[in-house]
């Protein structure tokens, strides 16, 4: 496995430049940019300036290894409005053909939502087409992604929607692709289960991994704190990633940035994931399960 972090984790109005070298700095092997309306990686960016970005990165020794984006959340890609859906579907293109030109291999994507309590104002979508729009979505734009050599990775975020890592399993099958597999966040499957299960039902399955901490009470989007300071059994979930196989990417995923000394949290989060993650340890490595 690999040690990487989100851009979302450094504090608000960071460039790419100083994102890269912060993480750098911090002894992070690879850096996840976030695809946005505006800034050094946007919409709108040009291959010449997405190659410079590339560049800089490499010269400081950072991998570019994914692109998020928060665009998804405020573009519904199963909503009832059938131009919505297609702003969503144009939004992942887009996405995927900025990760190529970064050399990202895989993006994530939010496969819609069924409700959503953090974003305002947003609509309540039927269970039953949400999944049917989502599968046909993913299914079409994974044919892109096919094309642009990169991989479609489907979180679990508190969408209301794939709620167990059963039904995950049954979404990634169904669509059938080589291009698609599942972004698994850590801190995210605390709300309703176990992240080390997850990890052993999903298996192979999974593309890429994001890592934060959450702790059950009091419960809800504040409840995000530091990692080791929060309810995630990282033993298990270490012990589940090496026993599957997994061997690619760890990013963190830190919200919010502190008030103060931000970069700090970007230090401190790379000395806990060297607490939680053996970097040297091979993923062959099979532990006896308690």
């Known amino acids: 496995m690999k040690k990487g972090i989100n851009y979302w984790s450094f504090a608000e109005g960071t460039t790419a430049s100083q994102a890269i070298d912060l993480a750098a700095a911090a002894g992070f092997s690879g850096l996840e940019f976030c695809l946005a309306e505006a800034g050094d990686v946007a ?60 050399g990202a291999g895989t993006v994530l994507v939010v496969p819609g939502y069924v409700g959503v309590d953090f974003v305002s104002p947003s609509e309540v979508v039927a269970y039953d087409a949400a999944w049917d729009r989502a599968l046909e979505a993913i299914s079409e734009l994974a044919i892109h992604a096919e094309q642009a050599e990169v991989r479609i990775g489907v979180e679990n975020v ?5 709620l167990s890592p059963l039904e995950m399993r049954a979404f990634v099958d169904s669509v059938g692709h080589p291009s698609v597999g599942v972004y698994f966040d ?19 399955r999974i593309v890429a991994v994001h890592v934060k901490d959450y702790r059950r009470s009091p ?72």
């Open 43 to 102: 919409l709108d960016s040009s291959d010449a300036e997405l190659a410079r970005v590339r560049q800089r990165a490499a010269d400081a020794g950072v991998e570019l290894p994914s692109l998020a984006s928060w665009l998804v959340w405020e573009n519904n890609l199963v909503s009832d409005d059938a131009a919505v859906r297609g702003r969503a579907r144009e939004i992942i293109r887009r996405q995927i053909d900025v990760a190529h030109a970064l």
């Open 158 to 162: 508190w969408n209301k929607f794939l």
């Open 186 to 204: 850590i801190g995210n499957a605390l709300l309703t289960g176990y992240p080390e299960q997850w990890i052993r039902i999903l298996g192979e």
């Open 219 to 290: 419960g809800g989007f504040d409840s995000f704190v530091d990692l080791l300071a929060g309810d995630v059994d990282f033993p298990a979930v270490n012990r589940a990633l090496l026993d599957t196989g997994y061997a690619g990417y760890v990013s963190a995923e830190m919200m919010p940035p502190y008030r103060f000394h931000t970069d700090q949290l970007i230090h401190n989060t790379s000395a806990s994931m060297d607490r939680i993650f053996d970097w040297s340890t091979p993923t062959t490595h099979q532990e006896e399960q308690p």
